[in-house]
T-cell receptor, first 113, second 114 residues
Framework: EDKVVQSPLSLVVHEGDTVTLNCSYE??????LLWYKQEKKAPTFLFML????IEKKSGRLSSILDKKELSSILNITATQTGDSAIYLC?????????????FGQGTILTVHP | NAGVTQTPKFQVLKTGQSMTLQCAQD?????MSWYRQDPGMGLRLIHY???????DQGEVPNGYNVSRSTTEDFPLRLLSAAPSQTSVYFC?????????????FGPGTRLTVT
């Protein structure tokens, strides 16, 4: 059974801090890993990672995949109160389970002014 | 395009009652899924569909039924509601063969079973 585990489960920081969120996975026929941000409503897509060592960036957010360690990190630099959210990582199944997306438990990030 | 729509937004049921959560998308997406979200549990897959007439179970299918008679609609049925089904339910759709795996989520249905 596919498994995705995130750490830490919650994190409290102050504006300006840099945070690193972790995601590890055990997925048959791994193809990609996804990151989402959720703010009191439906999740919104951030990144999709398929190749090891290649960094994806969007503003202050960046993410990288380590296929050898079966893990990914999401970095947020110079955090702002608007970054407060649940951050979710997920992996699609392989083969005939392509339509099956397994999510981690999520990391609740709280950024204080 | 309306995207992914879900109805109702809120629902309170008594134990043993049945109901159907509606999900529709107007983007002609082949794939659709239902998730439930509980505190500290992320999103857990209930059922998913890779096309009209094709459905499969996810991680937590017990107590829920689905069908996919059209590409647009993917209703989720609770046959006999239980307090353990109190949760927020999200429906999502995405196209087959897309370059990214961006799922389009509906706004969610908050269900309380007393």
């Amino acid at each position: 059974e596919d498994k995705v585990v995130q750490s830490p489960l919650s994190l409290v920081v102050h504006e300006g801090d840099t945070v690193t969120l972790n995601c590890s996975y055990e997925v048959t026929n791994f193809r990609s890993l996804l990151w989402y941000k959720q703010e009191k409503k439906a999740p919104t897509f951030l990144f999709m990672l398929t190749s090891s060592g290649i960094e994806k960036k969007s503003g202050r957010l960046s993410s990288i995949l380590d296929k050898k360690e079966l893990s990914s990190i999401l970095n947020i630099t110079a955090t702002q109160t608007g970054d407060s959210a649940i951050y979710l990582c997920a992996a699609p199944g392989g083969g005939t389970s392509y339509g099956k997306l397994t999510f981690g438990q999520g990391t609740i990030l709280t950024v204080h002014p | 395009n309306a995207g992914v729509t879900q109805t109702p937004k809120f629902q309170v049921l008594k134990t043993g009652q049945s109901m159907t959560l509606q999900c529709a998308q107007d983007m002609n997406h082949e794939y659709m899924s239902w998730y439930r979200q509980d505190p500290g549990m992320g999103l857990r897959l209930i059922h998913y569909s890779v096309g009209a007439g094709i459905t499969d179970q996810g991680e937590v299918p017990n107590g829920y039924n689905v069908s996919r008679s059209t590409t647009e609609d993917f209703p989720l049925r609770l046959l006999s509601a239980a307090p353990s089904q109190t949760s927020v339910y999200f429906c999502a759709s995405w196209p087959r063969g897309g370059m990214t795996y961006e799922q389009y989520f509906g706004p969610g249905t908050r269900l309380t079973v007393t």
